[in-house]
């Protein structure tokens, strides 16, 4: 979609989404503003954390080759190209975060320690690819000014029960009696303490190593129903101390899910933890607590607790994968939003809403293609809905009967900046000074002197001549972007516009504007 969507989508639009945009820029030995450097409009508050932020979303999957990449084993030039283009796609539909999955199956999408490299990015389990994958999905993402949210499978091994065809590097290969074969796959048992340590180590490797920003988890916990039990008696038995055996599984993942908030928020502060779970905590007919829905339930199916772990603020944001229609009779998206917008009312936990792209003309309640675009006028509601995440990229790719580009054009017309991270610690950076507006012959370029402590510049474009001091319009953004400056295309040559400019952490506190830059209309 990234060719079909661009081509409706003005020059100036897609500078407003940061491209082009120019790198970190030579400053003339300026240096960065410093912490407690004098403001330029000291006079002029700091933006809040408006209703206008969003986190805007798609997840990128790499089991099955579902998203990326589509040949495993492919060119490596074949393979980075793909990628740029899926992350060029959400750049074209205003997005401003990428949920890539890195560690699908007991393996890696980098260079680990502890897991061989998947099979999803070479063909084979533990074959180098030759490059890092990682570091290049990374620099690529941030390029764009798109969050990347590492996404890791914690307990799944293979989608095959057969752990010979399993590399030998493979824990699960080393560690037979780790695993347990249910249904079509092979699973790590949550019970097992060697299981949760194998876990956290993989996801504590990337969180110090890589500039990630949020780890991330889906809805596989104990997996699915599939007919019989989860066989992990032998395992219950031994660890199990008394506890009724559901209530002794959801602790087996209450302990993994605590356990992870409190290493990666010790390691790196401004590194988020995030889940997306399945979209029924439990039904009201099995708990007054519940949704009024008549599915599957996490805490019972599961065993996923997910009210609990917002209640005990062990997540930074909850994902909830609400993959049915408004009026649906088992479990009713307009009915789901309400009862999760009211989870987190009171909380720090930020709520997005899993949104399923997927399913766009799949039977006849997905064949309206404004059934996604109705959802995020529903989600408008509730102040407590921060934004979406849509599964997945190569179904906003493919703009399915226009679903996406009517997404965009109803909702995502202009860039969002993200929501303030609702935890403890960040701070904003000092006003940006020294901005600048100049005319070229191909916009106006604004520059900027960078500021210490800045992840991300939110720049805002105003109708007429105003040189100096003035509040941000929210309404006026047209780019986030990293780096010293941006091109202007959209500037039309004939009239005055000024330009402000603000710095933003990596939890998106947000500075003070500092002075406005003005170019004039030309006169004559």
Same mark, same amino acid.
């Given at each position: 979609m990234a060719a079909a969507l661009t081509?409706?989508? !003005?020059?100036? *639009?897609?500078? *407003? @989404?940061? $491209?082009?945009?120019?790198?970190?820029?030579?400053?003339?030995?300026?240096? /960065?503003?410093? #912490?407690?450097?004098?403001?330029? @409009? #000291?006079?002029? /508050?700091?933006?809040?954390?408006?209703?206008?932020?969003?986190?805007?979303?798609?997840?990128? *999957?790499?089991?099955?080759? $579902?998203?990326?990449?589509?040949?495993?084993?492919? !060119?490596?030039?074949?393979?980075?190209?793909?990628?740029?283009?899926?992350?060029?796609? /959400?750049?074209?539909?205003?997005?401003? /975060?990428?949920?890539?999955? $890195?560690?699908?199956? !007991?393996?890696?999408? %980098?260079?680990? #320690? %502890?897991? #061989?490299?998947s099979q999803w990015i070479t063909g084979k389990q533990g074959k180098d690819p030759g490059y890092d994958v990682l570091a290049f999905m990374l620099k690529e993402a941030h390029a764009r000014n798109l969050e990347f949210h590492a996404w890791f499978n914690p307990y799944r091994v293979s989608r095959q029960d057969d752990l010979k065809k399993l590399s030998p590097k493979s824990p699960a290969r080393k560690h037979p009696d780790w695993v347990r074969k249910y249904g079509a796959g092979l699973w790590y048992d949550p019970g097992l303490p060697q299981v949760r340590d194998l876990a956290t180590k993989a996801v504590m490797d990337v969180v110090t190593k890589y500039d990630i920003d949020a780890v991330h988890f889906d809805d596989y916990f104990y997996p699915y129903p599939e007919g019989g039990e989860f066989p992990d008696k032998a395992t219950y038995k031994t660890y199990g101390n008394g506890m009724n055996r559901g209530d002794w599984r959801r602790k087996n993942v209450d302990t993994l899910v605590e356990s992870l908030s409190q290493r990666i928020h010790a390691a790196k502060p401004w590194v988020r933890f995030g889940i997306s779970p399945f979209g029924v905590w439990r039904n009201k007919s099995n708990d007054p607590a519940g949704s009024p829905t008549r599915a599957l339930q996490s805490y019972d199916d599961i065993y996923a607790d997910t009210r609990k772990w917002i209640k005990e603020g062990w997540v930074d944001y909850i994902t909830p994968q609400l993959y049915w229609p408004i009026g649906d009779p088992r479990a009713d998206y307009a009915g789901l939003v309400a009862w999760w917008a009211g989870q987190v009312k009171g909380t720090s936990v930020q709520l997005t809403i899993g949104q399923a792209a997927y399913r766009v003309g799949a039977d006849a309640a997905w064949k309206n293609p404004a059934e996604l675009s109705r959802h995020l006028t529903l989600n408008a509601k509730y102040p407590q809905v921060r934004g979406d995440v849509f599964f997945s990229a190569s179904d906003i790719a493919a703009n399915r009967r226009g679903f996406a580009a009517r997404l965009r054009g109803d909702h995502y017309r202009r860039p969002a900046l993200r929501p303030v991270s609702g935890g403890p610690g960040g701070t904003a950076p000092p006003a940006v000074q020294g901005t600048t507006a100049v005319r070229d012959g191909k916009g106006v370029r604004v520059t900027w002197r960078p500021s210490q402590g800045a992840a991300s510049y939110a720049v805002y474009r105003v109708d007429g001549a105003g040189p100096g001091c003035a509040p941000v319009d929210p309404g006026r953004l047209i780019a986030d972007v990293r780096g010293g400056g941006i091109l202007d295309p959209a500037a039309e040559p004939r009239r005055a516009y000024t330009y402000y400019v603000t710095a933003l952490d990596r939890l998106h506190h947000q500075s003070a504007p500092g002075r406005g830059a003005t170019v004039d209309a030309p006169k004559g």
């Open positions: 081509a409706g989508v !003005s020059a100036g *639009a897609l500078a *407003a @989404c940061g $491209i082009p945009a120019f790198g970190e820029r030579e400053d003339g030995g300026r240096g /960065a503003v410093p #912490p407690g450097a004098k403001a330029e @409009c #000291p006079q002029i /508050a700091a933006p809040g954390d408006s209703g206008d932020r969003q986190l805007r979303a798609m997840w990128i *999957a790499t089991v099955g080759g $579902i998203d990326w990449p589509k040949d495993a084993g492919g !060119s490596v030039d074949g393979q980075r190209k793909e990628f740029v283009k899926l992350l060029d796609t /959400a750049v074209a539909m205003n997005m401003n /975060a990428v949920f890539v999955q $890195i560690r699908p199956n !007991s393996d890696a999408f %980098y260079d680990s #320690p %502890y897991e #061989p490299w």
